[in-house]
């Protein structure tokens, strides 16, 4: 029996190893086993249009013009139409777009004992107390914490420093600290992004730029990804193939400086397939049973999805307790000091027993008029 002849249209700037044969047949197992499957390029153009008169531009020409009979996702949200002889396939998916970032230690706070700050460690009724003593003792109590004072200054044993990841959460983070934003064509969050009417999104776009990974290394992603202060648009997809690159090659355990994305979306989008109508009958009952078969399978399912893919990148998938590092934990760093904790309080004891010595030497030759 003659196989029926399906042309599968993928977007020109999708590396090479995600639109071969042995990773689209697994996302599409059904049309790959009923169908001579061909791929053909897109156009790299990240608009998707189509006007009031019916006629759309860019990718979604080349499927009006029935030149491919199957898109691999289009975006659905932002369409203003449909256009004429197009309608959407089965299994319309959602999902969120994150700010994606490597994450430094870019936020530090420094607390630091001062030199009077031991007035305010006792209670007021301390220093009553004190009055009551003879000047001799009230003397040596005085030096000995205004000594204690000087040597944790000088020796910084009052300081800590708190150093915490910068976390990115939304966009005005972005703009706060002076971070770029970068997204990738012809993706759908790249659509997204670009075509928001959001306000805020529109000031983070000023300084956002646009880069193709056509024919590129995973390496050279991952170096691009995780450039300092810059924040991808991406879904969960994106992120997970760059941070198991990460984990996989040692890259985030040498550096320390975990890919990460944030909590919550910055955007949602709604993206599926759409079917030429005047396609043949059975090149059209081919997909639609296709598409509805990966939906039963869990194609269409973002985690699914997102495993298979990544694999396909990566020719591996990395361990879960590297996807899932602690490396956002707060972090409490000592400060440095040039001598042992352990032989400051010798040294504070040294010199109050010399102070002590000598103000009673003092008050035995009447040096010192104690009463």
Known sequence: MKMVQLRFGIAANIPANIANKKCLSQDFYYIYDKANVTLKILPEKSKFYCGDNGICTSPLSVLQKAEIDLNYFFPLNGLNTIG???????????????????????????????????????????????????????????????????????????????????????????IDNNFTTSTIDFTMCSHEFLNSKDALVGRVREKSTICSFRDKSVHDIYAYRTREMVATVENEQGFEITKSYGCLYDQEMALNEPYSKSESQVLHIVYGFLINKFNSVSVNRIIVNGLYSASEFGITISKKLLQIETKCYLGATASPSCIDDGFDQQEMLPSPISLNYLFVPFIQLGIGLLLACMFFVFSLFGVLDID
């Not at 959407?88 to 490597?102: F, I, Q, R, T």
């Open 84 to 174: 004429e002889n197009l309608t959407s396939g089965p299994g319309a998916m959602e999902d969120n777009c994150y700010l994606s970032y490597s994450k430094r230690k870019l936020q530090s706070s420094i607390y630091n004992l001062t030199f009077s700050d031991f007035i305010f460690t006792f209670d007021p009724t301390f220093w009553f107390a004190l009055l009551g003593l003879k000047l001799l003792f009230l003397l040596f109590a005085t030096a000995f914490l205004m000594v204690s004072k000087i040597l944790s200054n000088s020796l910084k044993t009052g300081l800590i420093q708190n150093m915490d990841y910068l976390n990115l959460e939304i966009f005005q983070d972005v």
